[in-house]
């Protein structure tokens, strides 16, 4: 915070006085081109002059001393500085930051928006004319940090609802968190409607609760359709997010036949065991790819991670497929596990396959 200037300081400060061409300025100013700057005080006077030159500091015989004083040397230019006619100033050069009013260097003026806080850190200018984080909540808008500590004007965390209330979304406070969120999974349906809640950044999704479909990606449990929840898979060790499974409750079916224990839902349902998929060989992206016949005329480029461009049983086109370890079940209905038949050999010529088996890259896959 910045301190006001004392007159003490100020009488002990000695004056600039600028000497030009042999005549000795009076102004507490910036330097003069072509001038000599001297470090040494004027005659000093004894400010109880009549404002004819009796108090002017000895400077001017007319007794302006840079300004017409009144006689009891306190005139003094609130703007700039200037003036030399009192011992109390406040010097542009030695504010800054700040602004001179008067003998004081502020750091802004409350309701001049004109000497506002040069500091954005501190944007807030309180009625004592010094800056600070905020006044109130209202200058708070980080989700982390809503409330104004009135004894600091620091932005801190919530402790309740009040503390987010002037926040238009995030207007709850988690209180475990100590931080303003929009929903939770218990206030779904009041802050979302029929859109999810995403537990992971605790706000309303653009998914319509219960229309996501098996193995499709999804971030809540509400957003899977019946006896389904949001569970997080992985490809070859990495992680890759939630998807939507069934429960073994009832028994699982091709091609998600991979029961997958140990795994507790985004939304935090523990221990059920669902029907999924190998993730050491495939992906749900790539085992929807081939439920939904995707044909991929520029090959493995055209299919998803975990996928891969053959053909696929007597279809004409080669369509993107996913390996298998060699049980049917692992596929969809109707498909086995096996080499296949090789692929075309490239358009500029070369192998017919990448090494292994029938030449297709020495992997079983659904629809071989």
Do not use: W
């Not at 600039?16 to 300025?25: D, E, N, P, R």
């Not at 229309?211 to 929840?229: L, P, R």
């Not at 493995?300 to 696929?312: I, L, M, S, T």
């Amino acid at each position: 915070m910045y301190g006001r200037f004392s007159a003490v300081f100020l009488r002990r400060a000695c004056v600039l006085v600028v000497v030009c061409a042999g005549v000795q300025l009076s102004a507490c100013g910036d330097t003069v081109d072509s001038c000599e700057d001297t470090r040494t005080c004027g005659a000093s006077g004894d400010g109880d002059g009549d404002g004819d030159g009796e108090g002017s500091g000895g400077h001017d015989p007319a007794g302006s001393g840079g300004h017409q004083g009144d006689g009891d040397g306190d005139e003094t230019d609130t703007e700039t500085g200037g003036g030399t006619t009192g011992a109390d100033l406040c010097l542009p050069a030695l504010c800054p930051d700040g602004y001179c009013v008067g003998a004081d260097c502020l750091e802004c003026v409350h309701g001049d928006e004109d000497k506002f806080c040069k500091d954005s850190s501190k944007p807030v200018c309180l009625e004592d004319d010094t800056c600070a984080e905020c006044a109130s909540n209202d200058d708070c808008t980080d989700e982390a940090f809503s409330v104004c500590d009135q004894d600091n004007h620091e932005c801190v965390p919530c402790s309740d609802d009040d503390g987010c209330s002037h926040l238009d979304d995030t207007n709850t406070c988690d209180t475990e968190a100590s931080v303003c969120i929009e929903c939770t999974i218990e206030t779904e349906v009041d802050k979302c409607g029929n859109k999810s809640c995403d537990p992971a950044t605790n706000r309303c999704t653009d998914t319509t609760t219960h229309t996501v479909e098996t193995c499709e990606a999804c971030v809540a449990d509400s957003e899977c359709k019946t006896n389904h929840h949001c569970v997080p898979m992985e490809y070859k060790g990495e992680e890759r997010g939630g998807y939507c499974l069934k429960t073994t409750d009832g028994g699982c079916s091709e091609p998600y036949t991979v029961t997958l224990e140990d795994r507790e839902s985004l939304s935090g349902e523990e221990g059920d065991r669902y029907c999924g998929v190998n993730e050491e060989l495939s992906t749900c992206e790539a085992v929807l790819a081939l439920m939904a016949g995707k044909k991929c005329p520029e090959g493995d480029a055209n299919c998803p991670e975990g996928g891969f461009c053959r053909k696929v049983g007597d279809l004409a086109d080669n369509r993107c497929t996913y390996e298998c370890s060699g049980l049917a079940t692992h596929c969809p209905s109707g498909l086995e596990c096996d080499y296949g038949t090789p692929p075309p050999p490239p358009a500029t010529g070369g192998s017919t396959g990448s090494g292994g088996g029938e030449g297709t890259g020495g992997q079983k896959y659904c629809g071989g």
